[in-house]
T-cell receptor, first 115, second 112 residues
């Protein structure tokens, strides 16, 4: 099955700096890559996603890039703020119909933004 | 819309006891999932369902059972609870395709 590796496991940045979290996946048939943010004691929430036919997607201060050849994708957060502090999870799935739609998650990155 | 609702939020079980974690969604999603989250280990899939009457095992199904009699409900049953089942359990639902999941608020279970 799919295997998703996520790095780093912890990341500490100063407010205003950029943060980058990287993930690799094993199944070349995977075609959907969402990112989730989980604040302490809360549920994971979808913040951005990308499909395999797109190389980059932006939403205000966050962006995701995808390299299908290398089978890796990254989350970029610019101008970080203390409220960006959370655990971020990457995930991958292949949406080819039927029972294949299930996400495999990375182990998460704890991002701390220091004021 | 309430989204995905899980009950209870917290529970302490003794070894060998059984319980059912409830999950219901009101978004008419055909897909539903149960994940467990252990510290530093991410989210691991226990069971999932692609529609009423259809369930399948995920990565870590041992010690659990599920049923899906309606589109809305997807309960998770723990039989003979063990300390290794101490975890936070999340139910999620989604639509097939390029959509993310909607998660419930989680159930924090401790087995002592």
């Amino acid at each position: 099955g799919e295997n998703v590796e996520q790095h780093p496991s912890t990341l500490s940045v100063q407010e205003g700096d950029s943060a980058v979290i990287k993930c690799t996946y094993s199944d070349s048939a995977s075609n959907y890559f969402p990112w989730y943010k989980q604040e302490l004691g809360k549920r994971p929430q979808l913040i951005i996603d990308i499909r395999s036919n797109v190389g980059e997607k932006k939403d205000q201060r966050i962006a995701v890039t995808l390299n299908k050849t290398a089978k890796h994708f990254s989350l970029h957060i610019t101008e970080t703020q203390p409220e960006d502090s959370a655990v971020y999870f990457c995930a991958a799935s292949k949406n080819s119909g039927g029972s294949n739609y299930k996400l495999t998650f990375g182990k998460g990155t704890l991002l701390t933004v220091n004021p | 819309n309430a989204g995905v609702t899980q009950t209870p939020k917290f529970r302490i079980l003794k070894i060998g006891q059984s319980m059912t974690l409830q999950c219901t969604q009101d978004m008419n999603h055909n897909y539903m999932y149960w994940y467990r989250q252990d510290p530093g280990m991410g989210l691991k899939l226990i069971y999932y369902s692609v529609g009423a009457g259809i369930t399948d095992k995920g990565e870590v199904p041992n010690g659990y059972n599920v049923s899906r009699s309606t589109t809305e409900d997807f309960p998770l049953r723990l039989e003979l609870a063990a300390p290794s089942q101490t975890s936070v359990y999340f139910c999620a639902s989604g639509l097939e395709g390029y959509y993310g999941y909607t998660f419930g608020s989680g159930t924090r279970l401790t087995v002592v």
